[in-house]
């Protein structure tokens, strides 16, 4: 516990279901979660050095129950949170980006072509 898991940061655009999908086949991992301002800040500049878009991160926005909530998809506990104001939209279920620039979350389309961050 502690350790961080390995990280790897695709360059290649994809919609969200592709890098899902992708992260489980050939790394065993998922998309990457932050739990932490220090592994915001990590993410953030690995990003940087691949790509100035903003990546996909694991973080889900969807109606559960009647109400919106945020979620990993990985199923760790939701404990710490970097949105941009006005974020996370609360209209569609929606996708989350980390800014390579200033390390804020935005809510996204899912099937915007995005590169992603994988952990494993």
Same mark, same amino acid.
């Given at each position: ?8 940061v695709?360059a ?10 992708y ?10 979660s932050?739990?932490s301002?220090?592994?915001?800040q ?6 940087? #050095?691949? @790509?100035? =878009?903003?990546?996909?991160i $694991?973080?889900?926005? !969807? ?9 990993w ?7 710490y949170a ?6 996370p939209?609360?209209?569609?279920t #929606?996708? @989350?980006? =980390?800014s390579?620039?200033d $390390?804020?979350?935005? !809510? ?8 992603f961050?994988c952990?494993?």
């Amino acid at each position: 516990a502690g350790r961080c898991p390995w990280v790897q940061v695709s360059a290649r655009c994809q919609p969200v279901p592709v890098p899902q999908r992708y992260c489980r086949d050939v790394y065993r991992g998922q998309l990457a979660s932050v739990h932490s301002a220090a592994r915001n800040q990590e993410l953030q500049s690995l990003a940087r #050095t691949y @790509t100035i =878009l903003a990546p996909w991160i $694991g973080a889900v926005t !969807s109606c559960r129950a009647g109400k919106w909530e945020s979620h990993w998809e990985d199923s760790s506990p939701w404990n710490y949170a970097n949105w941009a104001p006005i974020h996370p939209f609360h209209t569609v279920t #929606t996708c @989350t980006t =980390l800014s390579t620039r200033d $390390g804020l979350w935005r !809510s996204r389309f899912c099937l915007q072509l995005r590169p992603f961050i994988c952990q494993y």
